[in-house]
């Protein structure tokens, strides 16, 4: 991709596609009281990641911000993720690691 | 609004907003098992509740043919929803069958 | 609506179908060279709108913050927006104040 | 990816930013009025490009026909965009392109 912050863009939306599953995935557990947060923090991460990644793309002044509040969201989400032994939240708690360290990248 | 479509579009965003309240509020129910759907078809139908919205802002020649989609979710949503006595299930249901209604008339 | 800031929701919800209506006009105007940095604008203010609408009606934990950054967004849209005298222009300079005002408020 | 339709929402991803970048550099251009429509599909197709990506990931069951609109609005975003010897605009319309087929598979 020739675009500025290619590879933030890409931890974005891999971040958001893993959000995303992990919820559905969530939902269909047995026990989906002990996801709730877990689906909670998932919706929010994904839709604030993929705005994360219009705004880079568009090269838009506010992306830097945008990131560093993306990199918090993340991070909540990911910590989440990573108190359960699911496959779908261990996956998705790396991608939210790695969408921390882009974004942070990112916004310095 | 002196914008195309505003009642569709109003109708959009009052169903997104309930879809939203409602996934979040289901998550704190007691039995959150039993919501799962609710709150599965709430995430779907808060977003493509928003694309329309967007595209009839814009005036897009695929306006139509989205709120047409749009109206299929919202009916699956709102189903869902009139299944539970929870309020905000109420609520959603009653703003999702007037987004259905809007939807329909707005891509005759 | 029974939805916490429900005030912040609708300004936010009116201001992004304002800023796709306007970015739609502009790109029908004689001078759009002119109008280049007000639909820039216009993208990036309706989708960061939508968000800050989302996360308040989820009760986000990070609506706040979203709703600063968004509220310095509708500050430069507007501010753009308000150096034209096309009747979309005025209107969405007038959203995007609107939207400021209510985007602070929720953050303070 | 372990997500179902992994190639078309890598294709929907991709189309998404090429469209965000092939906007924003169009209102850089010296003629802005030629690129008009050529923005104005760009801002459509990149946002029903996310909602695909996100439905694909969700698992929903409304992906299909999302996919197939989505099909839609990228060939109109493509073959505008391949009127235009821009780089942006070619490596939008390849994107865009790619995008129709893998929706249209997974659609099928």
Chains 1, 2, 3, 4 share one sequence.
Request: negative net charge; hydrophobic residues 40%; proline residues 0%.
């Amino acid at each position: 991709m020739a675009i500025n912050h290619a590879e933030c863009i890409e931890a974005c939306n891999r971040c958001a596609a893993y959000c995303d599953f992990c919820a559905a995935s969530c939902l269909q557990e047995e026990n989906t009281k002990m996801m709730a947060e877990c689906i909670r923090l998932d919706m929010q991460c994904a839709a604030i990641c993929r705005l994360a990644a219009q705004y880079m793309a568009q090269g838009s002044e506010f992306a830097a911000q945008l990131c560093s509040l993306c990199a918090e969201v993340c991070q909540a989400c990911g910590e989440e993720c990573g108190k359960h032994d699911h496959d779908h939240c261990r996956q998705c708690a790396d991608a939210c690691m790695d969408c921390v360290r882009e974004c942070r990248k990112m916004a310095a």
